[in-house]
């Protein structure tokens, strides 16, 4: 996957963990919580969802490295790999 | 056959777990002992109308679909809001001898009632509110508070105290705290977690009905499940939890089929599950009492209702200005009760169901012990009672005074006895048990409890309970 890729891919996810009719327009520097209003039940569906559509085990350890857009798709570049 | 999860009733939080899981890839069996689904919350005909049986609206309704529990659970489950069709109720009331408190969807009426009729404690109301909303009602606790001590400390006014209790503990009061006794002179009261529960579901959100009903929801989480690799058994009776070494380990149906689980989540209440369970350890399980039980009669109508008098959603009143919420000395408790207009939200077009509910406590053991003939004359004397008394709050179901040319009977009745065969709820004890298990915790390994007994209420409280016992005991693992 190009780093494109990974970023819509976890805007697809991002969209339907909270329930957007489109994909939400974000500051890829800015924390994604604040931004979309997502609490924590939201935030481990992100997680969930990363394993069951992509594979991509994040254990509970990184998830600190998922809090923007910009980051979590710099995780997943670097996981992948 | 082994799963990751059996789930033990396709009611509304039943469903909401296997949803959850099956979503996740997990293999789940989900059990229901009716032909149908919803539990509680389900459907029947009454002169070829389908009614939503139970709960016909949603609590914990925001106008954006997105706050609070119900946003919270739309997210978790992937349904959209606008799927649901949801519409909100016109506004309620609180009604006592001495005054009348009309409430709607959000605090500001209710308050501005409250400032108008009690002035002294509108500053009481006003921290009571600021304590309910930091009040964490999730925290996982066996602590127990007294709500009434804490409403009495804010409000001074032992009526206003009572008006308020009303409707949170006629929508959702198991009974049991201070009162559990037949008969007691002690005051009503409930534990304060559950009222914080209710009270957000019913005062700082609100109600809202879905248009075509409960069932199209049950159906369309029903074919969600299905198409995640979910197995649906319906018509189908567990018969028992069987358990290794102090674990769950799997269920048998009553037809003889064993179903092997690695987790077992139950919605069939506290009490009615540990029942379940084969050989219990000796004094592990202490009994878990049975809840209050209710009579609830269905009368549909010829006009609107609000053309005989009930303009409003839900009127929940009392007859006397000091509440009581006890099993009632008799059959029913003629002194207070809930009446729903199910045509009274605000519709797109004029409801095609003009239905009127009401819902009164109960005393199971009296209902039981009536023979057959007894059993249908109590059916047709609390019709009538719930028709007299209705009159008294200026409802005319019955046109004239001898009742001849009635707009609607309340002849179909649901007694404790048939809320008990339909629901497999002990003495038909619709509120769940007094004791709940926050944790979802039993004393048997890897069996849960999910729904109303885990302690959260109405439809989106028990849907949210059964996700979020699944996020906690098994896709957060």
Redesign the interface.
């Known amino acids: 996957m190009t780093r494109d890729e990974i970023k819509n891919a976890v805007l697809d996810i991002i969209q339907?963990?909270?329930?957007l009719d489109e994909a939400p327009g974000v500051d890829g520097a800015l924390p994604l919580r604040e931004q979309l209003?997502l609490?924590s039940?939201?935030f481990?569906?992100i997680v969930?969802e990363l394993r069951?559509r992509h594979k991509i085990e994040v254990p509970e350890a990184d998830y600190g490295k998922l809090a923007t857009l910009d980051s979590t798709v710099d995780y997943i570049e670097a996981v992948r790999k | 056959m082994a799963y990751d999860a059996v789930i033990i009733g396709a009611g509304p939080s039943g469903l909401a777990a296997a949803v959850r899981l099956a979503h996740f890839g997990k293999k789940v069996c989900l059990v229901e002992a009716h032909s149908r689904l919803g539990g509680m919350n389900s459907w029947h005909r009454v002169a070829g109308m389908e009614i939503s049986s139970g709960l016909h609206a949603f609590t914990n309704y925001c106008a954006d679909g997105r706050s609070g529990a119900l946003g919270k659970l739309l997210r978790q489950l992937r349904v959209k809001f606008k799927d649901l069709e949801l519409y909100p109720q016109n506004r309620s009331s609180i009604r006592f001898p001495s005054c009348t408190l009309a409430f709607d969807n959000g605090p500001e009426l209710l308050r501005s009632q409250i400032a108008q009729c009690f002035p002294a404690g509108i500053d009481g109301f006003d921290r009571l509110r600021t304590l309910i909303r930091e009040t964490d009602e999730g925290e996982i606790t066996d602590r127990r508070t007294s709500a009434r001590e804490v409403l009495e400390s804010h409000l001074r006014d032992p009526l206003l105290v009572d008006m308020l209790f009303c409707p949170v503990m006629l929508y959702g009061n198991p009974g049991g705290v201070g009162d559990g006794k037949d008969g007691s002179r002690s005051l009503p009261d409930m534990d304060w977690l559950l009222f914080c529960v209710v009270w957000k579901c019913l005062f700082e959100s609100g109600m809202a009905c879905p248009l075509s009903g409960m069932r199209k929801l049950w159906e369309t989480l029903a074919e969600r499940f299905r198409a995640d690799g979910g197995e649906l058994i319906l018509s189908a009776r567990v018969a028992r939890v069987m358990v290794g070494s102090g674990r769950a380990v799997g269920v048998r149906l009553e037809d003889g089929r064993e179903f092997r689980a690695d987790m077992i989540f139950s919605s069939v209440g506290f009490g009615e599950t540990l029942g379940l369970v084969e050989s219990r350890r000796e004094g592990e399980t202490a009994d878990i009492p049975a809840g209050i039980s209710i009579v609830e009669g269905v009368a549909v109508l010829d006009r609107p209702s609000a053309s005989i008098g009930m303009e409003d959603t839900a009127i929940f009143f009392s007859l006397d200005d000091a509440f009581s919420f006890r099993r009632p000395a008799a059959l029913v408790e003629r002194k207070s009760g809930v009446a729903l207009a199910m045509d009274n939200y605000l519709l797109p077009e004029p409801a095609k169901k003009r239905v009127l509910k009401m819902s009164r406590l109960a005393n199971y053991p009296l209902w039981r012990r009536l023979a057959p003939e007894e059993y249908r004359e109590a059916k047709t004397a609390t019709a009538l009672g719930m028709a007299a008394d209705l009159a008294l709050l200026g409802v005319r179901i019955h046109e004239g005074r001898d009742g001849r040319g009635a707009f609607g009977c309340f002849d179909d009745l649901f007694t404790p006895l048939t809320l008990e065969r339909f629901t497999s709820r002990t003495e038909g004890a619709l509120y769940g048990s007094p004791v709940k298990s926050r944790s979802g915790e039993t004393p048997y390994g890897n069996l849960y409890l999910i729904g109303t007994d885990q302690g959260f209420h109405g439809i989106v409280g028990a849907m949210l309970s059964g996700v979020a016992m699944v996020n906690r005991h098994l896709l957060a693992r």
């Open positions: 339907d963990v909270a329930g209003d609490d039940m939201d481990l569906d969930m069951k």
